[in-house]
Structure formats: C-alpha cells, structure tokens
C-alpha cells in the first residue's frame, strides 16, 4: 500500500442501531461516565485532604514559630 492510500482511506458509515443495541450502548456509555465522574470525585477529594494536611502543618509551624 502507498502512503496516500491508508491516509485518505474512506471511513465507513455506521448502520443505524436497533432500539435494543441502542439502549446497551447508552447503558455502556453511562457505565464509563460514572466511573469517570468517580474517579474525579475521589481525586478532588484526595486533593482536598492534601490541602487540609498542608494548611494545618503550616499552621503549625507559624504558632511555633511565633512562641519561641
């Protein structure tokens, strides 16, 4: 094959789906945006604590900063 034929290579329509195949492909896409939404959630979550831990470790250092 030469180049031109795999980069201008026709791309071939979908048939539409059937109601049946239609409703397992929405039921597959709403399977992996909830994972997608879970997984943001915890990382916001884990960026949260992370921000929690800093700013009580930082709070820590000024008030033993500011005794001695």
Same mark, same amino acid.
Request: net charge positive; proline share 7%; glycine share 2%.
């Given at each position: 094959?030469?180049?031109?034929?795999?980069?201008?290579?026709?791309?071939?329509p979908c048939p539409p789906l059937t109601p049946a195949q239609a409703r397992? %492909?929405?039921?597959?896409?709403?399977?992996? #945006?909830?994972? =997608? $939404?879970? @997984?943001?959630?915890?990382?916001?979550?884990? %960026?949260?604590?992370?921000?929690?831990?800093? #700013?009580?470790? =930082? $709070?820590? @250092?000024?008030?033993?900063?500011?005794?001695?």
């Amino acid at each position: 094959m030469r180049i031109y034929e795999l980069v201008l290579k026709p791309i071939k329509p979908c048939p539409p789906l059937t109601p049946a195949q239609a409703r397992i %492909q929405g039921l597959k896409n709403a399977v992996d #945006r909830d994972k =997608q $939404q879970l @997984r943001t959630e915890r990382e916001r979550q884990r %960026q949260q604590r992370e921000q929690e831990r800093r #700013r009580k470790q =930082q $709070q820590a @250092r000024s008030t033993s900063a500011s005794t001695v």
